[in-house]
């Protein structure tokens, strides 16, 4: 049985599948899930967003998970050491969207203009 240490609780079945590379990306987490070829604690489980905690038992590919809570870091601080799990990629910082350029508008003196005929 292997270990899957996450750093907070509850975390989504299928970031689980996601975050620990048993899967291609969520899309294949997500459909793997629903068509019932995930076992969470010897049951099959289809909620893609099934909450999963620490001591439950993931079953996936013919291999055994059994999740485990770390320990959990005030905001800011780096662990010493990696942690096996990322619970989510994180955002990247909200930006000032600035108004676009105003487009100098060609103003035609109506009085002034001149006709062409053939």
Do not use: C, W
Request: net charge neutral; aromatic share 6%.
């Amino acid at each position: 049985m292997k270990i899957i240490t996450i750093n907070h609780e509850p975390v989504e079945l299928y970031k689980i599948l996601k975050f620990e590379s048993l899967v291609g990306g969520g899309g294949e987490a997500k459909m793997l899930i629903s068509a019932g070829h995930v076992l969470l604690n010897g049951e099959v489980e289809i909620q893609k967003r099934k909450k999963i905690v620490s001591g439950d038992i993931i079953e996936f590919d013919g291999e055994t998970y059994q999740i485990e809570l770390g320990e959990a870091l005030p905001l800011g601080q780096e662990p010493s050491e990696p942690l096996p799990y990322k619970a989510a990629p994180s955002k990247a910082p909200k930006t000032k969207h600035t108004k676009p350029q105003q487009r100098e508008e060609l103003v035609v003196n109506k009085s002034k203009r001149s006709s062409i005929s053939f």
